[in-house]
């Protein structure tokens, strides 16, 4: 092989200079050769003859091609001809014989094959190292060596399993991975726990051995080193013994197999003879009739035993066993070297073991799943086997009798699933009263509420796919599908409560009352009669009647008072003409012609024909004033009507007055009139004040009227169904204003309301109510002690409400009946029969044994058992066995006894106890037979012919445990209303009472049932659950007046805080931040800015101030009357406060005035200003004119220019208008609201350009535009109270019995709280405790010792006992023994094995025999990890057992100490840490320790363990000195080293001690001294507190820093010292040797400091 891939490479281009190169590839090319089969195999081949130029090369296969699927298809490939160097030649050049084929037979694969082929993936192998990663290696271990594992992938089919081409399986998923990186853990070497104390010696006397032992904590892995001995021993000496050590100890061998001699068949025979030949005698010795049928009732029931005891084939068969007597060495002797008066038995009976035998299986029983769905679920189907051998003697259990397994139904053909979904009913009407406040004073009135409400509805379950329920406008009850069990359902429960609306009637608003009209025909098309009435009208500000939710009972808008000489039009009066003096004169009397218009009753201006009938307007005579004439102004308008009617004592009266302007002259002229000339009089509002006015009652309900067709069924009105038309009717009555109803012609009967209107019926709808859910199960098992009567029930659901007179809910929705008598618990009991005659062992086995007899000894004997119901009938094995508790011991040892034996009645019955304290009982027997005379058989210490134990003592005191429960209210039913848990009607408060348990024990502290202390286990204490109070705040004060006087203001309205919210209750709303005691409400307000105005009376008479009393003319001053009145339709009424109006809008009081005098002209006074025109601007101009009244005499004053211009100067006398919009007002509710739907509003004002807010009018005569919304809809948030469901029922107890079990109650929250509602509570669910009951079970006692029987050594028997225990089931409680009869209901389990083992075999070694332990108990379950975090291969426990040596001869013949571990699940992560003492000395102790405490050997890494051991090399042997931390030899306190060249301590000085004297000491001289040791005190009491010591070293005997500082001051004051006395004596050299002098005290005095 290497040759031919060398000569392939020779051939190759430029292989000459690389030869050598392929020869040491050569280990690497065998794979290569593997890739170019083709290329270098036929160059081999060829050599001989001549080089290969050409060769066949191929491509990639193609996919498979062919019709069917399968293995028939065909794959094609490409294969051509090429040269060595690469370019495609002729196929001829290459050989035809080596030529590849092109095609070739394949797999095709078809998407069905997807079922039928899959990868199979073999199990990981182990983690193998990565080479190149194990050389980097480093010293120590941190996580673990990188590796990687492989695994076997195969392509398979499946149902044969048998191995297919790769290439099927890649066609649907992709091959897995074949390799993984993997991590192999550091190696772990066993670690194993600290030592056991030493055992005592093994010997009382000599010498003998103690040994000490561990046990292993966790095993060794990943390759880590083994354990160490368990075990450690040394030789311990006792007292020299007396007597020769025994060198023989008699050993006893195990028991052999059971076995028998005989057949069982040839027993039976015997015994089957025996039985006939009994028969005979006694059939003939029996005549009586009765007895022969006593007899043939026995021989039923023994044969029924049989039957039964087919089950249990028992055999008693014998056992033998080897007595030896064995050395010490460990090697066998003869029997007579162990000698003893009594050697143990070597046979016993025994019973032949039986393993269980079962039947075959049954039938799979069909599929729990009877139908097909979508869901993933699955059925289950069961098989059965019976038990035809129950085992015996056998430690194998029988095995499972049942077996099940998921099933699907078998697909089509099974009836679909039943689905179900929730079903929802109407929502009830909606619900104000729920939302209110405790304190509110609406509760109870739901019919005055309006706004935001809640309302509810059920939820129930139903089967969706039985197409039952329709959802048709009209319903069946045979469409609604009937309700099931609400568990059924599953996915979100529909909310059962949502927020509604019910609509608020809009409060009607009308505007002011209009001024009285004309008295007027009550119909003008129907002029009857002489009488009329005079109307007045007001109108609906806020919107169309009939609105959302209908206006409210609108007050009346029409008034009339009944008048005379009706006319429904007449003349207006529009301005007076100038005075035109009568004859064409220039002054003097003349008349007045009045423009007038005509108007119809509601003062619109009409076609003048229509007042041909009406009384024309005659001029008004006046006079034009001649030269030196007084002159008078014109009168003003009339006054408003004081009175608005008039009546006996009342009259209205309007004014009117004009004033002098000037006065006459002496000579020609007219005088003026008199005083009273100037004011006129006029009556007014003559009508009697008697008003009357329709009144209309409310509208009645809608009635269905017969005489009108019904319209379709389709018809909607106020979007609700309506069925039919029907008819409302209403009261209407003439009302007087003030008296009450009168006769209807005193009213307009043409303005009379309408009294009946259409309206259309909403459809009528029945009560719906679903079909009855099906009948509850009654209880299928019986239950023992419950005799009260089950019922069973059903029910059903109201689908829909009655409503519009449909038919009520009258059928009951609930039915129970009585559930059928259920059958009585049977209950099963296990019957034992008489106990067989005692087997003893053949006699040709036992014969040889000394002391045997033939026909007695100890034997085994058997018993029949069979199953029987309670009341004694026959039953099968099978239900014992399920109901019946264990069964009953099925053989026993017995005695037959010989001539030597004592014999002696059973044991009698205790006598009764007599109740005290104290008392005993007694039970006896008595001997029997020729016992009686044996001296042996009346030794009453050996055999017993009485006992006695002492009465239990009745004794008991209760005390209570635990603590309180939660308080809790008394259970019962609260009704509710209409389903509504309306807050307050509810019981959640109040008192109610909290339990705490009563444990009762009896003398002894054991925990007894609570009835022995005559209580019902509980201590009940009163306790109130606090109700909730919801914040209280006063009512609505009332609203302030509007801030404004003029446009859109605020006004106000507070609430009081009045007691803060408790307890949970109602939050209260946001307080005023700055009061936090107040509420504030604020809504927008419109003031009419003309509703007060400025009422100026006439000027008065210019008074002149200085008077010519000749011409009565001159300069003064005139003044007017200005009050501010409340203006109305009728005009200025009342006089009001003048703070009301406007204080920059009030007139003059007084002005300047000129009085013309005679002969002067006269001119009017001054008209009103033209307007400016916009925009406002200085070089436009307004002006104002006067006339002339009076022209002047020829000597007077002319008239003068009675024009007046000013420039329009902007916010003085020009003003640009324009609109404004405030802001939005908070949502505004009805008052009969709570909340819901609201509106917000905002006001428009007119705003002058100076800022001043003045009437409308002003901006609307400009024509602004005004496209704002003024209103719009809202929402506040309803503050919904926390609605809680009902309390479920109690759970059970969490503990079958002891002390702290409890039951737990829970509820849910319905409907989370909204918006300022009540808030849920936190306690959500509540717990009270169980009555205490004792914790009984069974326990194990303790094994006794391994005994072997008459023997020293070998196979024996250790036992122990059940016994019957109380606790109260706490941890630290400990288990109490009581009567067996507490343990009588109580399972035989102990430590979850049904299987009791109170016997089993042990080896007791023989002295000198070396053996293993018991098994240690299992350790902590240890995960691997690393820095406390798992590496996830799972937890490992370990137990190991020690080698016990008892002679050090015999150590050849010791087993292997043995190792065991298990995989666990419950692992933790634990790290060992090196610990170490403090030193003592130069040693510490050193130990490694688990992170949980334990200290162990072996777990810390060796390389950091710390030192225990500090002692110096040499050791320090100079006075004075120790070994240190370092390792290093120093001095203790007070001595400093001397160190030698090397760096070692030569010996260790005093340090000298400089004493400075105190002011006390007489003695001034300072010297150096001996001083005694400075840590010892000082031997001269009168001198302390004079003296201080110097002390320059530290205790660790190095300089201390002082001295440092000292030293190198004293440098620095030497060399001022030299510079001095060199400057002084400038010889350089004397003062060095000075210097030199100076410092050799101080040397001297440093002489031995090691450090200087």
Not at 1425 to 1450: H, T, W
Request: charged share 25%.
């Amino acid at each position: 092989m290497g040759l031919r891939a060398r000569r392939c490479a020779s051939r190759s281009p430029g292989a000459a200079g690389r030869r050598r190169g392929v020869l040491q590839l050569l280990p690497l090319l065998p794979p290569l050769l593997l890739l170019c089969p083709g290329a270098c195999g036929a160059a081999a081949q060829g050599e001989a003859e001549a080089p290969i130029l050409y060769l066949w090369r191929t491509g990639p296969w193609g996919r498979c091609m062919g019709d069917e699927c399968g293995p028939g298809g065909i794959q094609t490939r490409a294969v051509w001809c090429a040269h060595v160097e690469g370019w495609t030649t002729l196929h001829t050049n290459c050989k035809q014989a080596e030529r590849p084929s092109n095609q070739q037979s394949c797999f095709k694969v078809c998407d069905w094959h997807k079922e039928l082929y899959d990868w199979r993936l073999g199990p990981w192998n182990q983690c193998q190292p990565v080479i190149s990663r194990s050389l980097e290696r480093g010293l120590e271990c941190i996580k673990g060596e990188e590796g990687i594992q492989v695994r076997e992938i195969t392509c398979v089919e499946k149902e044969k399993d048998l191995p297919a081409e790769d290439i099927i399986c890649e066609y649907f998923e992709p091959k897995p991975l074949l390799e993984q990186a993997c991590l192999i853990p550091c190696q772990q070497d066993c670690i194993v726990s600290e030592f056991s104390a030493w055992s005592e010696c093994s010997k009382t006397c000599g010498s003998g051995l103690q040994h000490r032992a561990r046990h292993v904590v966790a095993p060794p892995q990943f390759g880590g080193s083994g354990c160490p001995n368990l075990t450690e021993f040394q030789v311990c000496q006792s007292s020299p013994c007396d007597a020769d050590e025994s060198l023989f100890s008699l050993h006893v061998g195990p028991w052999s197999t059971c076995s028998t001699l005989h057949s069982r068949q040839v027993r039976q025979a015997r015994r089957r003879g025996k039985n006939k030949e009994r028969e005979k005698d006694r059939g003939k010795r029996v005549r009586d009739p009765e007895a022969r049928e006593l007899i043939k009732k026995k021989r039923n029931r023994n044969r029924q035993n049989r039957q039964e005891n087919k089950y249990w084939d028992i055999q008693i068969g014998y056992q033998t066993r080897e007595v030896t007597c064995m050395n010490k060495t460990g090697q066998a002797a003869e029997l007579r070297f162990c000698q003893q008066e009594k050697l143990p038995m070597t046979f016993q009976s025994c019973v032949i073991t039986k393993e269980c035998q079962v039947s075959e299986w049954s039938e799979w029983s069909p599929c729990s799943k009877t139908c097909h769905d979508a869901a993933p679920s699955k059925g289950i189907r069961v098989r059965t086997r019976l038990i035809r051998q129950f085992p015996i003697g056998s430690e194998n259990e029988c095995p499972e009798l049942e077996e099940k397994e998921p099933c699907v139904s078998p697909g089509d053909a099974a009836a679909p699933c039943a689905t179900y979904g929730w079903r929802t009913t109407e929502w009830t009407e909606c619900r104000v009263d729920p939302l209110l406040s405790q304190q509110d004073k609406r509760r109870g009135n739901q019919t005055a509420l309006c706004g935001g409400g809640v309302q509810t509805r059920e939820v129930y379950c139903v089967r969706t796919n039985e197409n039952l329920l329709s959802h048709l406008p009209t319903h069946k009850d045979s469409e609604a599908s009937k309700p099931v069990d609400l568990k059924l359902c599953i996915g979100p429960v529909p909310n059962t409560t949502q927020l509604c609306h019910i609509p608020c009637p809009i409060e009607c608003e009308v505007s002011p009352w209009s001024a009285w009209g004309p008295c007027t025909y009550e119909n003008c098309n129907d002029q009857q009669g002489k009488k009329g009435f005079k109307l007045r009208k007001r109108r609906i500000t806020n919107g169309p009647p009939g609105g959302s939710g209908g206006t409210g009972n609108c007050p009346h808008l029409l008034e009339a008072i009944p008048c005379e000489e009706p006319s429904c039009y007449e003349w207006k009066a529009v301005r007076l003409g100038d005075c035109e003096p009568d004859n064409g004169k220039e002054c003097g009397p003349g008349t007045q012609v009045q423009e007038v218009v005509c108007i119809n009753s509601d003062g619109e201006e009409v076609d003048r024909q229509l007042c041909r009938d009406a009384i024309f307007p005659i001029p008004v005579a006046c006079y034009a004033s001649c030269p030196r004439d007084c002159v008078l102004s014109t009168w003003s308008a009339w006054s408003s009507c004081s009175h608005t009617c008039s009546g006996k004592t009342t009259e209205g009266k309007q004014i009117r007055a004009r004033s002098i302007l000037a006065y006459a002259g002496e000579e020609g002229g007219t005088h003026c009139p008199n005083t009273s000339a100037l004011q006129e009089v006029r009556s007014c509002n003559e009508h009697p004040c008697t008003v009357y006015h329709w009144q209309t009652g409310p509208w009645g309900q809608c009635i269905e009227d017969t005489s009108v067709s019904s319209f379709n069924t389709t018809t909607a009105w106020n979007r609700e169904a309506s069925c039919s038309v029907g008819m409302q009717t209403r009261k209407v009555i003439c009302v007087r204003v003030n008296v009450g109803q009168v006769g209807p012609k005193k009213c307009p009967e043409s303005l009379r309301p309408e009294t009946v209107r259409p309206c259309l019926l909403p459809c009528r709808k029945d009560c719906i109510v679903s079909p009855y859910s099906d009948w509850t199960s009654c209880p299928s098992s019986c239950k023992e002690g419950d005799s009260r009567v089950k019922k069973q029930s059903r029910h059903r659901v109201i689908i829909q409400l009655p409503a519009n007179g449909g038919r009520d809910c009258t059928e009951p929705l609930y039915e129970e009946k009585a559930c059928e008598a259920p059958q009585a618990c049977q209950s099963y009991r296990w019957k034992t029969h008489k106990w067989r005659r005692c087997q003893l062992v053949p006699w040709s086995v036992r014969q040889d044994s000394p002391g045997a007899q033939e026909g007695c000894g100890p034997g085994r004997q058997a018993r029949a058992i069979t199953c029987r119901k309670q009341d004694g009938g026959q039953a099968g094995i099978h239900e014992c066995l399920q109901y019946a508790g264990p069964v009953p011991a099925l053989t026993q040892a017995c005695q037959v006894p010989c001539q030597d034996d004592c014999q002696f009645t059973s044991w009698s019955k205790f006598s009764s106890c007599n109740g005290d304290c104290g008392a005993v009982r007694t039970r006896k027997r008595t001997i029997v037979g020729k016992s009686k005379k044996k001296e042996k058989c009346k030794n009453s210490h050996v055999y017993p012919l009485i006992e006695t134990q002492y009465c239990p003592c009745d004794k008991y005191s209760a005390q209570p445990v635990g603590n309180w429960s939660d308080c809790i209210l008394p259970e019962g039913k609260v009704e509710l209303l209409l389903g509504m848990k309306v807050q307050g009607e509810i019981k959640e408060c109040g008192q109610g009472y909290r339990y705490q348990a009563m444990a009762c024990y009896d003398q002894n502290g054991r925990l007894v049932e609570a009835s022995r202390c005559n209580s019902h286990g509980y201590i009940e204490e009163a306790c109130i659950i606090p109700c909730p109070s919801d914040c209280k705040l006063s009512e609505w004060s009332n609203w302030s007046r509007c801030s404004k006087s003029c446009g859109s203001g605020v006004k106000v309205r507070s609430k009081w805080l009045r007691e803060k919210p408790y307890n949970g209750g109602r939050p209260c709303p946001k307080l005023d931040h700055v009061n936090q005691a107040q509420v504030y409400e604020v809504v927008p307000c419109q003031s009419d800015c003309s509703q007060y105005i400025w009422v100026a009376e006439p000027w008065s008479v210019c008074k002149v101030t200085f008077v010519d009393m000749r011409d009565n003319c001159g300069e003064g001053v005139q003044t007017r009357k200005v009050r501010c009145m409340q203006n109305t339709a009728d005009g200025p009424s009342d006089h009001v406060e003048d703070y009301l109006c406007d204080p920059e809008e009030m007139p003059l009081g007084s002005r300047e005035c000129k009085l013309p005098c005679p002969e002067d002209c006269v001119i009017s006074e001054w008209g009103p200003w033209t307007r400016c025109t916009l925009p406002c601007n200085q070089s436009n101009f307004r002006q104002r004119s006067a006339d002339p009244i009076r022209q002047p005499a020829d000597e007077g004053r002319v008239c003068p220019d009675a024009v007046e211009q000013e420039p329009c100067n902007l916010n003085k006398n020009c003003f640009h208008y324009d609109y404004n919009v405030t802001d939005w007002s908070t949502c505004q509710l009805s008052e009969k609201a709570v909340c819901g739907n609201g509106i917000k509003t905002r006001m428009l004002d007119c705003v002058r350009s100076d800022g001043k807010s003045v009437d409308l009018k002003y901006c609307e005569e400009l024509g602004l535009e005004r496209n704002w919304q003024m209103n719009t809809s809202c929402m506040v948030e309803c503050p919904v109270n926390c609605q809680l469901s009902e309390w479920s029922p109690w759970s059970k107890c969490s503990q079958t019995c002891g002390l702290t079990g409890k039951m737990i109650r829970r509820r849910t929250v319905t409907q989370p709280f909204q918006g300022d509602g009540r808030p849920c509570p936190a306690l959500m669910d509540q717990s009270k405790p169980c009555p205490v009951k004792p914790c009984y079970q069974w326990q194990y006692g303790q094994w006794s010792p391994c005994r072997v029987q008459d023997a020293q050594c070998g196979e024996g028997t250790r036992t122990r006992n059940i016994s019957c225990v109380v606790s109260d089931g706490s941890a630290d409680d400990f288990s109490k023994a009581v009567e067996e009869e507490f343990c009588t209901d109580v399972e035989p389990i102990i430590d979850g094995n049904k299987k009791m083992i109170l016997e089993e075999s042990c080896t007791q070694p023989c002295p000198g025999d070396c053996y293993l332990k018991d098994w240690s108990s299992w350790s902590l379950c240890q995960l691997t990890c690393v820095n406390g975090e798992d590496l996830g291969f799972g937890g490992i426990q370990v137990r190991s057992r020690a080698v016990i040596i008892q002679e050090l001869e015999n150590q050849h013949l010791c087993p292997e100490q043995m190792l065991e571990t298990k995989s666990c699940d419950d692992g933790q992560c634990y790290e060992y840490k090196w610990m170490a003492s403090a030193w003592k000395g130069s040693s510490r102790t050193v130990w490694c320790q688990r992170s949980d405490g334990v200290n162990v050997t072996g777990g810390c890494l060796v390389v950091r363990q710390p030192d225990a051991d500090r002692s110096c090399q040499p050791p320090c042997s100079q006075a004075h000195s120790y070994c240190s931390e370092t390792r290093t030899c120093s001095c203790e306190e007070g001595y400093t080293e001397a160190l030698s060249s090397n760096g070692t301590l030569e010996q260790c000085t005093l340090i000298p001690v400089l004493v400075i004297p105190t002011v006390e000491d007489k003695r001034g001289d300072v010297k150096t001294s001996r001083a005694v040791h400075p840590t010892q005190p000082s031997s001269n009491p009168a001198g302390l507190g004079r003296t201080w010591f110097l002390q320059p070293f530290g205790p660790d005997g190095r300089l201390k820093t002082w001295v440092y500082g000292v030293a190198a001051g004293a440098f620095v004051l030497l060399i001022f010292i030299v510079s001095m006395i060199y400057l002084a004596c400038k010889k350089p050299k004397k003062p060095q040797r000075r210097q030199n002098n100076r410092l050799k005290p101080l040397t001297l005095a440093y002489d031995g400091d090691a450090d200087m």
